[in-house]
């Protein structure tokens, strides 16, 4: 494609708003009402009850005078079933505003049913991206967990079990109206959840920080396109959150009531989610995707698996940028070369993997050789994302970056 026809531009968009603190879940109510909505849906799961976080944000709702309602029936990595069901109990109740409380899995629940108030249909008529055909219904997004960055991001996934893969619903009317990232509410996350959504926020900050320069995307000024690829302002969320992932994730999966921790990778996950969803995900998302569908490992876990052999696979096209991402982990490359640099962020992240308990090997979560050609395969469909990693890879070479991983 001629230079010319490419883009010479990025966007930047994050949620309209965003309160982030310790208690600053505490004004949800009044923020609600004095935008004159009554009726409240909060859309979570049984975990979140357990834990008392849902009574906690349903007390501060009532005590504002709102009508409030539970949804209860989130799970994990949600399917479109379960997508059905929050939209259900979204009709029945008729809210002014939903809010997704939980891990991005709730979360994205809650865009979904969003959508489907605005427009009808079902999940799969809105699959991809630009599809949304214009605003949704409010969403005001909480995250209990420090991971997806779905409070600000522009997506909802969902597992698509007949297709085998996951799927994101792609829109900027998806950016939630309000995001509250309260830490107190990470306190209760179990280590593994912990874990497993902490490297994807570092994996988010990776993937937008090496991905393909804004201006060699190939993608025409005019052609709508989620993701602008590297740009100044992503650069600087991403390195952020780099940074903060290396100072406290592994203290929050071995301190999990530490709130100074838990307050850092709050924040690494929300700079991870708004650098993500206006830069890039790549090739790690993409190998997920089916992954994920397949053998029901957790995004996170998945993508803390594959995020070293990626690195690995985009090192010699991004060496600045990994030895950068070295010393923000923390290692001292004052005396390395670039290269030697780049290999030690490979390292670094490898080590911070292991310490954290997520696995290394595809074969240790219940893939089988013979499925490798099939995920490399269904990946390298994921047009969209291929497009935004520093080297545009084949099929074959994604096969190989698999059969690293097994
Ligand atoms: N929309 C986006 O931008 C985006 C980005 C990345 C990932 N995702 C999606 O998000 C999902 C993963 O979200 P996640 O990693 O946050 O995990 P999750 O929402 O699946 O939660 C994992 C488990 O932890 C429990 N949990 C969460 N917070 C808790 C707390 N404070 N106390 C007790 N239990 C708690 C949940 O009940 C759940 O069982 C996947 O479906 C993934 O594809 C979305
Ligand atoms: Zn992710």
Redesign the pocket.
């Known amino acids: 494609m001629p230079r010319g026809d490419m883009r010479t531009f990025w966007n930047f968009a994050s949620a309209d708003n965003l309160a982030f603190g310790s208690d600053s879940t505490l004004q949800l109510g009044r923020w609600i009402a004095s935008r004159g909505w009554q009726r409240v849906l909060v859309i979570t ?1 049984r ?2 009850v357990a ?1 008392g ?1 849902s009574s906690r944000i349903e007390g501060i709702l009532r005590e504002s005078g709102l009508n409030v309602s539970v949804f209860d029936g989130g799970r ?3 399917d479109i079933r379960t997508a059905n069901l929050a939209f259900a109990s979204a009709q029945a109740f008729l809210p002014d505003v939903l809010v997704g409380l ?7 629940l809650a865009k979904m049913s969003g959508i489907l108030m605005a427009h009808g249909g079902k999940p799969e008529d809105y699959f991809g991206h630009e599809r949304v055909p214009g605003p949704v219904a409010p969403v005001i997004c909480i995250p ?2 420090a ?4 409070e600000v ?1 522009h ?3 969902l597992t698509d079990e007949i297709n085998g893969v ?1 799927v994101s619903t792609l829109s900027q009317f998806l950016r939630p109206t309000l995001a509250v990232v309260d830490p107190k ?2 306190l ?3 280590p593994k ?1 912990t874990a ?2 902490g490297i ?1 926020a570092l994996t988010h900050a990776i993937e937008a920080f090496t991905a393909i320069d804004h201006r060699q995307l190939d993608a025409a000024p005019g052609e709508p396109f989620p993701y602008s690829g590297k740009m100044p302002l992503g650069d600087l969320l991403a390195e952020e959150a780099i940074a903060l992932v290396g100072k406290h994730l592994e203290h929050c999966v071995h301190q999990p009531e530490s709130l100074p921790d838990r307050e850092g990778m709050a924040l690494a996950a929300t700079l991870a ?1 708004m650098a993500f ?1 206006n830069c890039a995900v790549a090739v790690v998302h993409a190998l997920e995707y089916p992954i994920g569908a397949a053998v029901h490992v ?3 876990a998945g993508n803390g698996l594959l995020l070293p052999y990626v690195m690995e696979y985009n090192l010699a096209s991004r060496a600045p940028q990994f030895a950068k991402i070295a010393a923000r982990l923390g290692v001292d490359t004052g005396s390395m070369s670039e290269m030697d640099a780049a290999m030690a962020a490979v390292n670094v992240v490898r080590r911070l993997r292991s310490r954290i308990g997520i696995p290394d090997r595809l074969r240790d979560i219940g893939v089988s050789a013979d499925q490798l050609p099939v995920f490399a395969k269904k990946s390298f469909e994921i047009k969209r994302l291929m497009r935004l990693n520093p080297r545009l890879p084949t099929e074959s070479e994604l096969l190989g970056i698999l059969k690293a991983a097994f």
């Open positions: 799961d975990n979140l834990a976080i994990h990595e949600p939980g891990g991005g899995s709730n979360l994205d209990t967990t991971g997806t960055g779905s991001s997506s909802s996934v996951k509410l990470t209760t996350c179990p959840a497993d959504s994807d989610g969803s957790s995004h996170g």
